[in-house]
């Protein structure tokens, strides 16, 4: 992870006690298929929600499902403690900001803000006032006589979250508006929906692929993975204390290694891989691993401590050594790749984190590698073996 | 290879690179320039009057066929009629043809989209003559429908040779083409924008009206004047299904031409059906722009 800082947020004080949105057992099935399996949770008056996942893993279907445009199978979905499934999206009170941003290229940007508040035959003569509000909200004030196409692609994007939002809406559903853009606008843009949605107060549920994204933005992350909610936490949780191996290895750069557990001590897992005896966390649902049963285990790349004297990593509960395979210069961090001998587990990749002694390894230096034990998560052995090759993060 | 492009360099140095848009519009405004001599030609004609007596058209210029064209009751009422029928036929056939090309762009079905596109070509493979003569079987005074009525105990209505059956016949003939053109221009209509419109609060009805029907501007107004000019040229319509009784323009050129072989007021009527047809188009595009036919370099 590059930059873990924005990821400390207090969460807001809880001022309202009903959830603003409850979705409760919802599944939805194409042709057999689960695309949402039972998804089931909560979310608070004024939170910020993302929902992170890889494509395919039913985070858009799900924002659909809230949207309106689809029906569940089964389950219900409460706004304001309202049941919403036979309700229509146009009665339902949610601003949404499409992927494609759906802008209406007939209109000036004005007219697209405009048309909530026509649809919902608000009276005409306070329309425009409070388009123009909107537009400065966005940073667009004397704007609106634009048309979509002559606006830049970041002022499209704002123009789509004035017109979600002017009409004052319960809920305000992002379904990745910000894929398309390039990193640097992306992240301005990243905070630019922070800073609207803290403003307004308004609840929100974004949906995107991007790690870095979720935790910037977030109050609360939800991963899914298959049609599944993997976890669902504070991105600082999320990170810190991932649920399954799934998170674990989707969040930030992480290695996955397998074992066989020799010991349960609480918290404390003791973990043979190879010739390796370990010692880990428990992550996860406890009670799930079981002494001599397979287990897999994962360790992020800013969590290893490398160095060329093995002394230098005394008080670290797991030490074993390797050789540098590669190294990758990133600009603001090195990577290295360490091959060593564990078993079904590919060269570890490790952040240097000792950049102020400007040491630089090469490829073929022996080296030491070392963490702690509350580092190194153990979860219930994968369905399928595990990777040869350790997942790179985002 | 290398001797090829030599060769090649040879017949055609690079530097006439520049005439090859040209050269290859060239085709086109050859065969738009043949039919502007033929337009000479009939404007020639049609300055001169018939001797009735000798059959030969005279020698001088004279305006007497335009005078005749535009006084004459009777070449007033077939040109009204036309223009009316045109009017109908288009608007009929762009209320008809919008929910089918809607529905065969729309449908989740692929089934259901072959199924249209079937029905829709079909039409095609039998022309506007074969297909007339069908309306005859079905319409005619022993034809099908009064045969189902007599059934019923109905007297046999008289369904041809009237203005309403010609107007049937062409809607049905100009529907393929209004459904065809509107296609396209419904496809590059993102279907997210109506969704977005329903999360914006519009109904079915509201986002149909002030989203999708003025995206759906360039197609309307494409298969608008498609339908137009195809109606009020047309000849094998009136001339079947009407029976001589609700000739069009083209049927009274025709006779003209052939029936009377006064071609000095046929050639008056041609041109006068030309600059009707290009009035009524210059109308169109004017009113909602050459703009909407995805002309221009908008966006």
Redesign the interface.
Known sequence: MERMKPAFRQPQAAEDRQAAVSVRGVSMVYDGVHAVRDASFDLAQGKFLTILGPSGSGKTTLLRLI???LEPTSGEIFINGRAVSAV???R?S???V???L?L???MTAAQNVA??L???RRDARTIPERVERYLELVRLGGLGGRRV?ELSGGQQQRVAIA??LV?EPDLLLLDEPLAALDRKLREEMQLEFRRIQRQLGVTTINVTHDQREALVVSDEVIVMEAGMIEQNASPLDTYRAPATSFVANFLGVTNRLSGVVTSLDGDRIGLLAGDHLMVGAAAGPGGSLQIGARASAAIRAEQIRISPDLFALSGLETVLSGTVSDVIFEGDRVVYEILTVLPETGPLRVFDHDVGSRRQYRAGDAVHLGWNARDLFVYKADPEPAATKPDRGD | MDALEAAAAVVWPARFAAAVPYLMLAPAVLLVGLLVIGLAYIGDTSLRTLDTSTFLLSDDYTLANYRRALSESLFRTVAARSLQASLIVTAVTLLLAFPYAYLMVRTPSAALRKLLLIALFLPFFIGQVVRAYGWLIILGNQGMVNDALSLVGVAPLRLLYNYPSVLFGLIQYMLPFAVLMLAPALTAIPEELEAAAHSLGANWLRAFWHVVLPLARPGLVGAGLVVLTLTLTDFAMPAILGGGSQDFIANAIYDQFFRTSDQGLGATLALLLVAAGSLLVGLVLYLFGAGTLAMGRRR
């Open positions: 949207a309106g445009f229509p999206p146009h339902r949610i601003g949404m499409f992927q494609k759906a209406f290229p007939h048309f909530p026509k649809m919902r196409h017109r979600a009409f």
